[in-house]
């Protein structure tokens, strides 16, 4: 038994149905292959904000038992595959006020695999993200970040090209005929993008990203107030009462 965890980050509003169809490609792809899966959104994203990151999840397991054991889980604290549509959240993703910056492979299991659309070099991304514990795999899909709106969509492949890279780094769960057979039957799918699905896999660019590459910075992060520590209610402190500064700088 096993099971397979994806992530899908992407930018709010402007990557909602490219994450979207991704999730759901994987799904579709799974029954194709005899397996079965879920996709859902993070339940902290909505309603989600223009560009503010976000992230999607697919599971695919064996087994009915063991997805439900998967899903019984708040959002996954770990993945096999991180998902990013656009490579400027290498630098990290702040998603949330209280949230921090999120190292954009925190997730990854050792191992793992980083998916990313991008036009950069590998050591171009490198700069960005960063250092791991743990060693894990780069994988790379040429293309610009595909953005487009809420009630209209890009049609430019991406979603295929992911879900056909996705058949070469998980071949034991998703199969290339059996993602070749989900493209083709759901309705925006086509035999163009069959045949993207298939050159994707076989242009993928892979990459070992060792412990010592990356960047070295520190993310920012804050600790969050213990419960004895908050205010009661919720209050805005005023500004103290002061006097002005001399030359028209401001009050003390």
């Not at 909602?16 to 993070?42: E, H, M, Y």
């Not at 889980?73 to 990013?84: F, G, W």
């Not at 890009?154 to 056909?164: A, F, M, P, Y």
């Amino acid at each position: 038994m096993s099971a397979l965890i994806c992530e899908v980050v992407y930018r709010g509003i402007f990557q909602k149905n490219l994450a979207a169809r991704i999730t759901r490609g994987i799904v579709l792809s799974s029954r194709k292959a005899g397996r079965w899966g879920i996709a859902f959104g993070r339940y902290g994203d909505s309603p989600q904000r223009n560009g503010i990151p976000a992230k999607d999840f697919a599971i695919v397991a064996d087994t009915k038992e063991e997805l439900e054991q998967n899903m019984a889980r708040y959002e996954p604290k770990h993945v096999d595959v991180t998902i990013c549509v656009d490579d400027t959240l290498a630098k990290g993703v702040e998603s949330w006020a209280w949230y921090g910056l999120q190292p954009l492979n925190r997730l990854i299991v050792p191992g793992g695999t980083l998916l990313v659309t991008s036009i950069q070099p590998v050591e171009g991304i490198l700069r960005d993200i960063h250092k791991k514990e743990s060693p894990y795999t780069m994988a790379l899909i040429r293309a610009k970040a595909s953005f487009s709106g809420l009630w209209v969509y890009k049609e430019d492949h991406t979603e295929v090209r992911i879900l056909g890279a996705l058949a070469k780094i998980a071949p034991a769960f998703l199969t290339l005929d059996a993602v070749c057979q989900a493209i083709k039957e759901s309705e925006w799918g086509s035999d163009l993008k069959v045949a993207s699905a298939r050159k994707a896999y076989e242009r993928l660019e892979t990459r070992e990203i060792k412990i010592t590459e990356g960047n070295p910075e520190v993310p920012y992060s804050f600790e969050m107030p213990k419960w004895w520590e908050m205010r009661e209610g919720i209050s805005i402190p005023a500004i103290p009462i002061g006097k002005p500064k001399e030359g028209g700088q401001g009050y003390v």
